[in-house]
């Protein structure tokens, strides 16, 4: 395949980084999961004691950061600070720190530097938030997924519980809201459907189905 890159968007559990991983199989191309690289990011503040809004603490240490990606077995290993750090990051108490500091421009920044240089290298899939509007505005394909709240609540409830966290749907449905409220209000690079970015409403549809729609517009 001719280089190329695909855009996925859309809010917290919408679907899209599930779909990414499956697109990425058939077309056989690389797929870069963004939102880990803010999870690692938000895990070097808590273990740092910085507040995660505190973009002057933040920008002390986010510029010279110790971030690798590695594919190891086909899989996506995040390492920070040389450690594999791909389950922590995946714990409830990281997804609002990520929330909130990748809100920061200038986490935003130092990340986009990095997404846009693997993607200049190599055709890939990645997803995230603002990957269509901002990351990678000139990419040959992109797809706003998104689905209603309760729908998400309940994909990452579980999630959670498969592996052995328990979580209360409503305080889930709650934490949810509010991503969606800082993501898409963030001042710099909100949550936005791109113009031209083809919209995904995947409610009541498998992933099947929403990779057979996104491969019917990349087969045309």
Do not use: W
């Not at 990645?126 to 990957?131: K, N, P, T």
């Not at 994909?155 to 592996?163: F, G, T, V």
């Amino acid at each position: 395949m001719k280089h190329i890159n695909i855009a996925l968007d859309g809010p917290s559990g919408s679907g899209k980084s599930t779909v990414a991983k499956e697109l990425s199989k058939k077309l056989n191309i690389l797929y870069l999961d963004t939102g880990a690289m803010y999870r690692a990011a938000a895990c070097k503040a808590i273990s740092l004691g910085v507040d995660t809004l505190d973009e002057e603490k933040v920008s002390s240490f986010i510029g010279d950061i110790d971030l690798d990606i590695r594919y190891i077995d086909g899989t996506q290993h995040t390492f920070l600070d040389g450690k594999d750090v791909s389950a922590r990051i995946r714990e409830p108490e990281v997804s609002m720190a990520a929330s909130n500091i990748s809100s920061l421009k200038c986490v935003r920044m130092k990340m986009v530097s990095m997404q846009r240089e693997i993607a200049k290298s190599m055709s890939c899939i990645l997803d995230g938030r603002d990957i269509g509007s901002f990351v990678l505005p000139d990419a040959k394909y992109k797809f706003y997924i998104t689905a209603a709240p309760e729908v998400r609540t309940a994909r990452r409830k579980a999630e959670l519980e498969s592996r052995g966290f328990q979580v209360d749907f409503h305080e889930l449905l709650k934490e949810i809201e509010q991503r969606d409220y800082n993501d898409k209000h963030r001042d710099f690079a909100p949550l936005v459907q791109a113009k031209d970015a083809i919209l995904i409403d995947t409610s009541d549809m498998s992933v099947h189905e929403v990779l057979e729609k996104i491969l019917s517009y990349i087969d045309r």
